[in-house]
């Protein structure tokens, strides 16, 4: 691990103005990502800006019904809060089905929001990766890459955003709020996270000296009916190889509302907008299900590792709607 | 540290633990937990490349860094650099080649750890890197640049038995793989290497066999073994991958070098170089049978890949081939199985040693050969099952019970378990993958033979020292050995068999170390019957020495009568026990008594498929096992069941990953070990049918398990699904088909 400088901040301002000030600096959340990057000198920041006194722990119901929470709640008291199991209950189930009890004690929202990928490549300073060092090419293309994308992928990097929480904010259109010296500014969940294109060390639209302060969530009635579920190698403790969530109102045998995010599959959570389309207004049955779900999918790219992965999503994204039809029947 | 323990509890007891509290509370002091004042640490310096040239070292940078207190190279090697458990072809130090990414370049040692590593990573090594050999049939067949001067095959061991080249109304074929398993204990290597001022060196280490590794050392070292004290730490784990060396020979050098104590823990990424993994094995198999599914011939072809170095190769190799048509009485057996050198990381010892691979192949043939006639998977297995009396086909006569259709029996006429209705009894378990629906179940079945102790006329003893003597008005029996307790709770064993031939209630079992004689490693199921028949030689020998001093030998012996008898007397006795002798294969036909005891289990898999998403849910398992005699019958659960655990990791989630000779997945992140959620219930048969040869009657208990679980489940998976899956681990796709 490289030496680096610890700076501690009591609030928000303290925090940007420390990292405005110094370019290869990172933020400390519950440390359980950025830690291990910088054992394994895959990230070598010079200044440690540590933020978990910050006074930013709040889950606080909004005027107009949405929620607002703090960027350093802690992944298990957010799971657990009330306010997220009535009416998000799929953000709570994503996150439960994350990591382990133990580290999502530890791990806060912001950090979630910036976790990096899970590429074997990324982790080995001995490969090539262009993530790691831009420019030096991409092991994983002709390599091992069963756990990597099928969506949005370039010649550049196949690695995929490995957040569960992050498919649910997705699905739920959430909005980030960041800051920085420069003020405030709020991006959309979906174009938080960038795909990899030509610059693949680009993951999120944040800049370097921003700050993620808070997540809000606005209010989604159709949330209600709502369902994540998370297909990995083993029972739990591990990462997802495909995850779907997913929310859905039918009226009569109509689907009038509907809303379906992926994850496993994309450098970023994978709002499925055509599988949505076709499914608005069609009838909810197998037959819709599929086509949406094989409209979605029409773009994937495979190598052969993860070729898999197209028809596992294919029939994830059906059997969660499926499931969400006949609960919403008994409902 | 001495262990004094007076729990009540001979042979056949629930005995407790001597260390069990301790583990449990987080207290016993494991190898990673050693420390000595003014101690420094070293670390190791690895090539990452499969293959490659050394054109150069320099170490003149990190010898620069402020704390470092030394910095060696494979010209610091004091004696002879090279070694290996078998067969010596490795280096301590890498010279002028490295054959597997991971191999030891360098040493390091600094006062402290980080200042260590950043010193590591000064040290300029020149590589010219070499395309890798990876593919096993073309190292087996001369079709692949020779890695070592004798060329690519460690070992081949042919087996013929009965008439060659036979014809059979049914016949069945298939290939399958194996793919690299790692032990995964959970404390990763670990020792600390103390010079004394007459330049010899102590070391305390996690080790399976304390001998083996003097031996090595001191040659590595150029010192006579006595110069070279080991004495064993705290293991947490083992299961065959602490047989060869890891930093042994380098804590050792760094100490001799700097003069201070060297202390070198390994983190689990370099663990997982740091130690060999299990073969990973391709393997063509044909099954003749008649139309009612008696079997006539087996043919097969077996490929291990033993990675750079040989290890144990030629011991796994030997069993994959005499275990290779598993416990079946067949008339005519083709056997060919190599151990071949590549540029994989090495491989050697693992629980089930070889067996598990041909297993795999074997018990998936049975199936293929019940579907082939028509029969029950069991049927097909009684039909062909052997018993003792059978011939191997090595030409070896089984001698003890064989029960093989009585541990088959067992486990299929338990009930079936109900379907569950709880998330956790689905496929994908709590991750809310399915709440039923799409869900199929299927059951499964899988048999083992295993040899038991070291084989191939390997010269298998055990040391044993036991001291009886007074102590405060109390009996007090200690016993000294240098079989090595790797968790597996041979100190119990050893407690309990001191009380029973003893009568004594307190039995201290003293450090295991190099002061007293070879007891061979802690593996092949071997310790509670060898070193456990040392021991009972040794209480012999103790009562003889009693009974002279009575001067009658029909008395029952109690614990008054010691004390009386004894006083302030001494009694020490020290035994070297050997089991009867193995003899060495013939090189072309593979016949001989080579092995000393064979055991057997039988799994009963029950698993629910998810077969839209291929994800499986192992719901029950069902074993048998016979153990001759349960010395510490709960001992023996345990180990059916961890056995067990470890063939359905091999069954559905445990590879190491490998692109061209890299490991890709060195962490238990990536590295996928099953969990509670993942390991059902089980339901154990315990035999006992004594072999007459052994002490007591006892059978190996720690691998059979391991061997028939993973078959059992795959076979289930297959039920399920109607899928063919002739490789493990089974993942996602391969049920899906969809890769
Ligand atoms: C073994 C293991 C298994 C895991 N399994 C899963 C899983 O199955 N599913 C899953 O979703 N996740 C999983 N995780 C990942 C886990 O969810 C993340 O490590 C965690 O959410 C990161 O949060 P943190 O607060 O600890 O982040 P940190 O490690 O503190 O920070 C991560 C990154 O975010 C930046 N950062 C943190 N807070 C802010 C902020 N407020 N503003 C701007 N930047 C910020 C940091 O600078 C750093 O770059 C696993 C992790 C491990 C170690
Ligand atoms: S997929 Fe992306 S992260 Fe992985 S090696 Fe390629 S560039 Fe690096």
Redesign the interface.
């Known amino acids: 691990?490289k030496s680096f400088a610890y700076v501690s901040a009591r609030d928000v301002p303290t925090a940007v103005s420390a990292i405005a000030g110094s370019p290869n600096a990172k933020f400390l959340g519950g440390g359980t990502n950025l830690v291990d990057l910088m054992r394994g000198n895959i990230e070598q920041p010079d200044t440690i800006v540590d933020i978990t006194r910050l006074p930013l722990t709040g889950v606080d119901l909004l005027p107009d019904g949405g929620v607002r929470i703090g960027a350093l709640v802690r992944n298990s008291h957010l799971a657990a809060h009330p306010l997220i199991r009535s009416r998000y209950p799929v953000l709570s189930?994503a996150i439960?089905?994350g990591a382990s009890a133990q580290l999502r004690n530890m791990a806060t929202v912001g950090g979630n929001l910036l976790q990096r990928t899970?590429c074997?490549?990324f982790?080995?300073t001995?490969a090539a990766c262009n993530k790691r060092a831009p420019g030096s090419g991409c092991d994983a293309i002709g390599?091992?890459n069963?756990n990597h994308a099928i969506l949005g992928v370039s010649d550049n990097c196949l690695a995929t955003h490995p957040s569960d929480m992050c498919v649910a904010l997705a699905m739920l259109d959430a909005t980030v709020e960041v800051e920085s010296t420069r003020g405030v500014r709020r991006i959309p969940m979906n174009e938080f996270h960038v795909l990899p294109g030509d610059t693949p060390h680009v993951e999120t639209s944040l800049a370097a000296d921003e700050l993620v302060t808070a997540v809000e969530l606005p209010s989604v009635a159709v949330a209600a009916n709502s369902?994540?579920?998370?297909?990995?190698?083993?029972?739990?403790?591990?990462?997802a190889?495909v995850s779907v969530a997913a929310a859905l109102e039918v009226t009569g045998t109509t689907v009038t509302q509907v809303r379906l995010a992926l994850g496993g599959v994309s450098a970023k959570p994978w709002r499925a907008t055509k599988a949505e389309e076709v499914l608005l207004g069609a009838p909810a049955t197998e037959e819709s299900f599929r086509q949406a779900a094989a409209a979605e999918l029409a773009a994937a790219t495979a190598r052969?590792?993860n070729?898999?992965?197209?028809?596992?999503a294919e029939?994830?994204i059906?059997?969660v709607l499926?499931?969400l039809v006949t609960k919403g029947d008994a409902a | 540290m001495t262990t004094t323990v007076a729990t009540q509890g001979g042979i056949g007891t629930n005995a407790q633990r001597p260390d069990g509290a301790l583990k449990a509370r987080g207290e016993f002091a494991y190898s990673s937990d050693l420390w000595h004042e003014d101690m420094v640490w070293g670390v190791t310096l690895r090539s990452p490349h499969p293959y490659a040239r050394i054109t150069s070292i320099d170490i003149t940078e990190a010898l620069r860094v402020p704390g470092v207190q030394a910095v060696l190279t494979h010209e610091d090697v004091p004696g002879t650099n090279i070694y290996g458990l078998e067969h010596p072809d490795q280096p301590v130090l890498a010279e002028d080649v490295v054959r597997y990414q991971g191999e030891p370049v360098a040493l390091v040692a600094a006062d402290h750890p980080e200042t260590a590593r950043r010193a590591m990573k000064r040290i300029e090594v020149a590589y010219e890197v070499l395309p890798p050999v990876v593919n096993t049939e073309d190292a087996a067949h001369g079709r692949a640049e020779p890695l070592h001067p004798n060329g690519n095959v460690v070992r081949h061991v042919k087996v013929r038995h009965g008439p060659q080249d036979v014809r059979a109304d049914v016949v069945v074929t298939g290939e399958y793989e194996v793919g690299m398993q790692d032990q995964a204990f959970l404390g990763p290597e670990s020792g600390l290497a103390v010079p004394a001022d007459d330049g010899s060196v102590d070391l305390y280490i996690a080790t399976q066999w304390l001998h083996a590794d003097q031996r090595q050392i001191a040659v590595a070292l150029g010192l006579p073994p006595e110069k070279v004290r080991l004495t064993l730490s705290g293991v947490g784990g083992a299961f065959g991958g602490r047989e060869d060396l890891s930093m042994q020979v380098h804590a050792c050098m760094l100490a001799l070098r700097t003069g201070k104590p060297v202390k070198m823990v390994y983190n689990r990424e370099e663990s997982f170089y740091g130690h060999v993994h299990r073969h990973p094995a391709r393997m063509y198999y044909e099954h003749g049978a008649t139309r009612n599914g008696k079997i006539v011939y087996v043919k097969a072809r077996i490929y291990l890949d033993g990675g750079a170095y040989a290890s144990s190769t030629g011991a796994v190799v030997a069993n994959a081939a005499t275990l290779g048509v598993g416990p079946y009485d067949v008339p005519s057996v083709t056997v060919d199985c190599w151990g071949v050198y590549t540029n994989n990381p090495p491989c050697g010892a693992m629980r089930g040693f070889g067996a598990v691979q041909a297993a795999f192949a074997y018990e998936s043939q049975m199936d293929r050969l019940a579907d082939a006639v028509g029969l029950d998977p069991v049927e097909v297995r009684i039909r062909n099952a052997m018993s003792e009396g059978a011939v191997m086909p090595t030409g070896q006569v089984v001698d003890s019970p064989a029960p093989v259709v009585e541990l088959l029996t067992l486990v299929r006429d338990k009930p079936l378990p109900a379907k569950g209705n709880d998330l956790t009894d689905m496929p994908g378990g709590v991750s809310n993958t399915t709440h039923g629906e799409g869900v199929v179940r299927g059951v499964g079945y899988g048999v083992s033979i295993k040899n038991v102790g070291f084989s191939d006329s390997f010269d298998d003893y055990s040391t044993v020292r036991v001291r009886l003597s007074v102590i405060g008005g109390q009996a007090v029996a200690s016993v000294h050995t240098a079989a090595v307790e790797v968790g597996q709770g041979l100190v119990t064993v050893l407690q309990q068999i001191t009380r029973t031939e003893l009568g004594v209630d307190v039995v201290t079992i003293e450090p295991m170390d190099t002061s007293i004689g070879d007891a061979g490693s802690t593996s092949a199921s071997r310790q509670t019957y060898v070193t456990g028949g040392a021991l009972r030689a040794a209480c012999a020998a103790v009562r003889a020495a009693l009974f002279e001093r009575i001067g009658h030998t029909d008395l029952p012996l109690d614990h008054d009568k010691i004390v009386e008898v004894l006083g302030t007397d001494v009694i020490d006795e020290v035994v070297e026990w050997r089991h009867r002798p193995t003899y060495r294969l013939d090189p072309e036909t593979g016949q001989g008594n080579a092995h000393v005891q064979y055991a057997f289990a039988a799994h009963r898999a029950v698993v629910d498929v998810d077969v839209e998403l291929g994800l499986v849910k192992v719901v029950e398992l069902v074993c048998a096992q016979d153990v001759g005699k349960a010395i510490n019958p709960e001992a023996v659960l345990g180990q059916i069941q961890g056995g067990t655990a470890q063939g359905l990791g091999l069954a559905v989630m445990e590879e190491i990953q490998l692109a061209d000779g890299k490991i890709r997945n060195p962490s238990f992140t990536d590295y996928l070990i099953p969990t509670v959620l993942d390991m059902p219930p089980m339901v154990i048969d315990v035999l006992e049918r004594p072999d007459p040869h052994a002490p007591y009657g006892l059978r190996g208990v720690g691998e059979p398990p391991t061997i028939s679980s993973t078959p059992a489940i795959v076979a289930a998976i297959r039920a399920a699904t109607g899928m063919a899956l002739t490789r493990v681990p089974v993942r996602p796709e391969h049920i899906t088909e969809t890769s």
């Not at chain 1, 369902?227 to 990462?239: C, G, L, N, P, T």
């Not at chain 1, 070729?307 to 596992?312: A, M, T, V």
């Open positions: 691990m189930q439960l089905l899970r074997l490549y982790y080995d001995a390599g091992f069963r369902r994540y579920r998370k297909v990995r190698d083993r029972a739990s403790y591990a990462f190889l052969p590792g070729e898999f992965k197209i028809g596992l029939r994830t059906v059997a499926r499931e």
